[in-house]
């Protein structure tokens, strides 16, 4: 059974820097894309960065510069460097994968992610 399990989430004040973690099991995802999406109540679900499997990168224009998405394929592991927070990133994140193979395009849809982890809420104070 595939499970994604983030971990890093919590408050901090707005400027400030956190580091989301995500570790994969249950499958292989050498070959996946990963990524990060957040949502706050009342919104959909927004995309915020995307790594292919040979470590090309895509980020929401909202986080270019501020935030870093990177991966460890030996630790099945994801980051999203957070720098820079400001509150209207405040939010649950979520760490996703995709179920197919992506290696020179990142994927950027809800739709094309097919394995999605529990969330960790990152709140940033005014």
């Known amino acids: 059974q595939v499970q994604l399990v983030e971990s890093g989430g919590g408050l901090v004040q707005a400027g400030g820097s956190l580091t989301l973690s995500c570790v994969a099991s249950?499958?292989?995802?050498?070959?996946?894309?990963m990524g990060w999406f957040r949502q706050v109540p009342g919104k959909e679900r927004e995309f915020v960065a995307a790594?292919?499997?040979?470590?090309?990168?895509a980020y929401a224009d909202s986080v270019k510069g501020r935030f870093t998405i990177s991966r460890d394929h030996a630790k099945n592991t994801e980051y999203l460097q957070m720098n820079s927070l400001r509150p209207e990133d405040t939010a649950v994140y979520y760490c996703?994968?995709?179920?197919?193979?992506?290696?020179?395009?990142?994927?950027?849809?809800?739709?094309?992610?097919?394995?999605w982890g529990q969330g960790t809420q990152v709140t940033v104070s005014s």
């Open positions: 790594i292919s499997s040979i470590g090309i990168t």
């Open positions: 996703v994968a995709t179920r197919d193979s992506w290696f020179r395009n990142v994927p950027s849809h809800v739709v094309q992610f097919g394995y």
């Open positions: 249950g499958g292989t995802f050498d070959n996946s894309a």
